[in-house]
T-cell receptor
């Protein structure tokens, strides 16, 4: 069964600190993995996409990693800001079907001043 | 560029009433998705269209739900009759395919539905 599991469920850190969010997936065949950021009351927005051959990709203070062998991805946030408070959702696409887009349950990140 | 536009943003209705949610996708996108988000179940795919044709509606909960896409710039999700368990945030998303499907989903702001 295709599944995406994220940890932790929630996280509170102080402004300026770094954090890492985890995503484990059992999806086959793997197509790509995206991290989305969802602000409260808004729709999710894509932060980064990882394909099978990519290990690391950065988008400003966000750095995503992918280990295709262990089927794990992480999202590292550097020097957190209050605006980083949001839910972060790991999304894995299986094969070429648009219906095989598997969503994780998300990590709720809160940044405290 | 305008993003995905959904209306209404908030809807409060009584059980048994009909609810219609609307979506205008990004121009040029050939995929349109309807998702439902709840705290318990996260984001769930209800139905998606490709070039205005429904492709997979296996996520539609029951016959009370129906979706249409009469043209490339408009889609509706209808619930009739509504029930309290339908309370959720409904998202519309659009995407543009490139070869095999790997497209980024562009979400609207969502329609928060409360059924009393």
């Amino acid at each position: 069964k295709n599944q995406v599991e994220q940890s932790p469920q929630s996280l509170i850190i102080l402004e300026g600190k770094n954090c890492t969010l985890q995503c484990n997936y059992t999806v086959s065949p793997f197509s790509n993995l995206r991290w989305y950021k969802q602000d409260t009351g808004r729709g999710p927005v894509s932060l980064t996409i990882m394909t099978f051959s990519e290990n690391t990709k950065s988008n400003g203070r966000y750095t995503a990693t992918l280990d295709a062998d262990t089927k794990q991805s992480s999202l590292h946030i550097t020097a957190s800001q209050l605006s980083d408070s949001a839910s972060y959702i790991c999304v894995v696409s299986a094969g070429s079907s648009a219906s095989k887009i598997i969503f994780g349950s998300g990590t709720r990140l809160s940044i405290r001043p | 560029d305008a993003g995905v536009i959904q209306s209404p943003r908030h809807e409060v209705t009584e059980m048994g009433q009909e609810v219609t949610l609307r979506c205008k996708p990004i121009s040029g996108h050939d995929y349109l998705f309807w998702y439902r988000q709840t705290m318990m179940r996260g984001l769930e795919l209800l139905i998606y269209f490709n070039n205005n044709v429904p492709i997979d509606d296996s996520g539609m909960p029951e016959d009370r739900f129906s979706a249409k896409m009469p043209n490339a710039s408009f889609s509706t999700l209808k619930i009739q009759p509504s029930e309290p368990r339908d309370s959720a945030v409904y998202f519309c998303a659009s995407s543009r395919a490139s070869g095999s499907y790997t497209g980024e989903l562009f979400f609207g702001e969502g329609s928060r539905l409360t059924v009393l």
